[in-house]
């Protein structure tokens, strides 16, 4: 079964400071891979999507992450972390269930505290 | 514009009671709609999805259940409440041009079971 796991429960890091948060995956065929961040009181945003193609995605806010399929993972990234994005992130697998539908899984998430 | 509405906010019920959460998706037709739930410490657990009318596919075991009863109208339902049906659920919407679009969720419910 698809499964997605993220190790790290909760990361703090100073603000400035560059940041990893680790997702590895479970998926027989090439994975569609998602980055959501949920800040508090508010929903989820989407931040980055791989689909095929370049394995190092950029999304919004300036985080990236890398696709490497050797290592079944999808690790997000930032250089320079900033307050406000202390918040809790979600990485999830897409799992097409027919033509025109998937269903999305998530990982349990890893929650970022940010250090002044 | 497409939206998506849930209610209610937040829900406090007693152990045993029945539950009925709705949510409704507007400016889109025939979307793949979502149940996901959030208990503390687990993440985003998918419920329920459906690709269709009547079509509901549930992907873990529970006390809880899911009704497509209309194209863009999704419902989560109990008959009797347990204390561990507790936690905050979303109700999510993704369009069927492309099936690995993003998700659109709603504002979430949060609910109390007592």
């Known amino acids: 079964a698809q499964s997605v796991t993220q190790p790290d429960i909760h990361i703090t890091v100073s603000e400035g400071a560059s940041l990893e948060l680790r997702c590895n995956y479970s998926y027989g065929a090439t994975p569609y891979l998602f980055w959501y961040v949920q800040s508090p009181g508010q929903g989820l945003q989407l931040l980055l999507k791989y689909f095929s193609g370049d ?52 990982g349990s998430g890893t929650r970022l505290s940010i250090r002044p | 514009s497409q939206t998506i509405h849930q209610w209610p906010a937040t829900l406090v019920q007693p152990v045993g009671s029945p539950l009925s959460l709705e949510c409704t998706v507007e400016g889109t037709s025939n979307p793949n709609l979502y149940w996901y739930r959030q208990a503390a410490g687990r993440g985003l657990q998918l419920l329920f999805y459906s690709v269709g009318i009547g079509q509901i596919s549930s992907e873990v075991p529970q006390n809880l259940s899911a009704s497509r009863p209309q194209d863009r109208q999704f419902i989560l339902s109990s008959k009797k409440l347990l204390l561990s049906d507790s936690g905050f659920y979303l109700c999510a919407w993704s369009g069927t041009g492309d099936p690995n679009e993003k998700l659109f969720f709603g504002s979430g419910t949060q609910l109390s079971v007592l």
């Not at chain 1, 950029?58 to 972390?81: D, W």
């Open chain 1, 55 to 106: 394995t190092l995605v950029q999304g919004i806010k300036g985080f990236e992450a890398e696709f490497k399929r050797s290592q079944s993972s999808f690790n997000l990234r930032k250089p320079s972390v900033h307050w406000s994005d202390a918040a809790e992130y979600f990485c999830a697998v897409v799992t097409p269930v027919r033509s025109s539908a998937s269903k999305i899984i998530f």
